[in-house]
């Protein structure tokens, strides 16, 4: 067991370690943080902080309040300023001290106008912001609830009797978390993957297998490399998603608009459930491909056959969200390479019974039994062939 | 308790025997040669003993049992094909590869600042293995081979790229560790080290044994139909049971029938007054002898 360790722990420092691994495993959130950071500043740049005058002709509004806001938005709404007449109002803008002024008419409830002025053209959300502050002060006078509904409306959930599809509008991170994690997960999976191929044709070409076999069971030298291995994926999987979460605990606070967006956790364990045996499958079938083919390249190449039924359920996303209880869908998430990304792409629309879900994740288990048994059988039989891959025939046939 | 014991090991890759019955003792604290042409099946051999490879018939016992987790820490192995991590410093590849054979890490650490220093490998320490030459990175193999100070020690070709001054240095360390009371089992075909070396051998052609037993004894297998004579007169025309001679670098070789005795030479001459500078029996050398077992081999197919 000492011995598991040492490899697991050579395997999984020397790539963590590297430069190259570190600079990999932040570039993504870097990235992603760029991209955020020029969104935020363009719309900054388009962001007017000046307050926004008023006339009130109207006499509706002359104890208007503020339309509370949280403290800490990046983007509060502009402070509504009232002024007695249009003159003061016009030499205030022409100041610069206000961004523009709207005059409210005499007759404002029977014909709803409102004129706006300004030097230039308006920026953002100005005519709403001052919609809802009109909107908020007409409300004043009724209960609390009753305002904040009218102002927030109404968060329709869509149901459809024939799919038990439902759907709220702010659960649209429902449906981008499985789409989003099964990237990272083909992503993820590719990494270790190639990492663990690389190990183990690199330790075949350089002749170190035959002095570490002589050191250390076949078993535990497989297990450690695909765990090692395997770790370093997670590792990256695990640091990006606390980056996503990060951002998005940061969006929630912040931005606008993205303050309703909620995660539905149930889909934090299915995805585990899904995504680890998964993991462990894909990547002793990777090893299985090392030990058996005679080359990095054509190594790669079999790797690459792997991965790509991963990623068909992206192919097929339209049809898994229009029906996600057809056939299809249901055959997809029973076959092992493509259900980790359907199953959960599927419960995002639709309630997968129970049986599925235990099914699904039992025949993810066993493969990933069946393809570690696979990965240590071809190891030893073709760890040392070199320049020859191993037949089926000799893989499934007697021992070597 | 013998060290390696190797009873009728068998091994077929495909259509072709690479082992065919092989059987043979190593004892304990002996240089034991492990012989044959190229594709013999010596490599093969090893790798069973190592538990690398499983026979296909036959058994092997190390250290008087089947090959454990704990046996493969009493052994050192050094494969024909050397074997490093490359892309790693000269030190972290001895470290880990020292770790794997069950050392504690003070220990690891103490033993490779030795080694590095008595190899003349110490101000290299930091380099990785691809930067050092190919007789520093036969001397990093070395370390790992017996960096834990194995019971026995197994050595495919352990001459082979070697120059000169590193040849004598790894016969020395192999005379060393014999001494040390180690096992060692080395395969070559350079029969003069075999020669210098071994205290008993194995040689097998095409998977099979074809000799096996104590360097003296095979030679004396092989000896008898020759002497060797210098003398200061010429030698007489006829001499009993010699049917050939001839000159070899200043000697004169005198070819026996077979079933003459080498003393009835000496008499004859002691009788005719020929005084003798060097009489001796001709011995053939493990060369001569290889060629004529793997021809005499290849002949009877």
Not at chain 2, 130 to 159: C, N, W, Y
Request: net charge neutral.
């Amino acid at each position: 067991m000492r011995k598991f360790w040492l490899i697991f722990r050579n395997e999984y420092l020397r790539h963590v370690l590297r430069r190259r691994f570190i600079f990999a495993l932040l570039s993504l959130p870097v990235f992603v943080a760029l991209l955020v950071g020029v969104g935020l500043l363009a719309a900054w740049s388009d962001y007017d902080h000046r307050p926004v005058g008023y006339v009130d002709l109207s006499g509706f509004f002359l104890n208007a309040r503020q339309v509370p806001s949280k403290t800490d938005n990046l983007f509060p709404p502009p402070i509504m300023q009232s002024f007695s007449s249009e003159a003061e109002a016009r030499a205030e803008l022409q100041e610069g001290q206000i961004q523009a002024y709207f005059t409210i008419d005499p007759q404002y409830l029977k014909n709803g106008t409102v004129r706006l002025y300004t030097l230039g053209s308006i920026k953002g959300n100005t005519r709403d912001d001052f919609q809802n502050f009109l909107r908020y002060n007409l409300l004043s006078n009724q209960p609390q609830a009753i305002a904040e509904r009218v102002l927030n409306g109404p968060e329709i959930v869509v149901q459809s009797l024939s799919s038990n599809r439902k759907m709220a509008s702010n659960e649209v991170l429902n449906i981008l978390l499985p789409l989003i994690s099964g990237l990272l997960f083909v992503v993820v999976i590719n990494i270790s993957g190639s990492y663990l191929v690389q190990a183990l044709v690199e330790e075949k070409e350089n002749r170190t297998m035959e002095i570490v076999v002589t050191s250390v069971s076949h078993a535990q030298l497989m297990a450690g490399k695909i765990v090692g291995n395997l770790l370093v994926g997670l590792t990256e999987l695990i640091i990006w998603l606390s980056f996503g979460f990060l951002g998005l605990a940061f969006a929630q606070r912040y931005i606008p608009g993205a303050q309703n967006l909620n995660i539905n956790f149930d889909f934090i364990w299915l995805m585990a459930v899904t995504l680890l045996p998964a993991f462990v499958m894909v990547a002793a079938l990777m090893a299985a491909v090392g030990a058996s083919t005679s080359g990095s390249r054509e190594a790669q190449q079999w790797a690459g056959l792997f991965t790509l039924p991963i990623v068909i359920p992206f192919w097929l996303v339209v049809p898994l969200m229009e029906s996600p209880n057809s056939p299809l869908a249901i055959g997809m998430s029973f076959f092992p390479l493509t259900a980790p990304v359907t199953l959960p792409l599927r419960a995002a629309f639709t309630d997968v019974p129970a049986w599925q879900t235990i099914i699904s994740v039992l025949l993810l288990i066993a493969c990933a039994a069946a393809a570690l048994w696979l990965a240590g059988r071809t190891f030893r039989m073709g760890m040392l062939r070199y320049g020859k891959r191993l037949t089926w025939r000799e893989i499934f046939g007697k021992a070597g | 308790m013998a060290s390696i014991e190797v009873q009728k090991i068998s091994k077929t890759f495909g259509t072709q025997k690479a082992v065919d019955a092989v059987s043979f003792t190593v004892e304990p604290g002996e240089i034991f040669g492990l012989l044959g042409p190229n594709g013999a099946g010596k490599t093969t051999t090893i790798r069973i003993i190592l538990d690398i490879f499983k026979p296909d018939s036959g058994t092997v016992a190390v250290l008087g049992g089947a090959m454990t987790e704990e046996k493969k820490n009493r052994i050192g192995y050094m494969p024909e094909e050397r074997g490093l991590y490359q892309d790693i410093p000269l030190e972290r590849c001895l470290t880990y590869l020292a770790s794997l054979k069950g050392l504690p890490a003070p220990e690891i650490h103490k033993l490779i600042n030795d080694y590095l220093e008595r190899f003349d490998l110490a101000a290299h320490r930091k380099k990785k293995i691809k930067e050092l030459s190919k007789g520093m990175q036969q001397k990093a193999q070395l370390i790992v081979t017996l960096i834990h100070r194995p019971d026995i020690l197994i050595i495919d070709e352990p001459f082979s790229g070697l120059d000169p001054i590193n040849t004598q240095m790894v016969k020395e360390l192999l005379v060393e560790e014999r001494n040390r009371g180690v096992t060692i089992m080395m395969s070559t075909h350079q029969m003069h080290q075999v020669e210098e070396l071994c205290d008993r051998l194995v040689l097998i052609d095409h998977g099979r044994t074809v000799l096996y037993g104590k360097l003296n004894d095979i030679r004396k297998q092989f000896t008898a139909d020759a002497v060797l004579v210098r003398a200061e007169n010429p030698l007489p025309d006829s001499l009993p049971g010699v049917i050939l001679r001839e000159p070899l670098n200043g000697v004169t070789r005198l070819k026996l029938a077979r079933g003459a005795a080498p003393q009835a030479v000496l008499k004859a001459l002691v009788a005719q007054n020929i005084t003798l500078e060097q009489f001796e029996i001709a011995v053939p050398t493990l060369d001569e002898i290889f060629i004529r077992v793997v021809q005499g081999e290849a002949s009877q197919e």
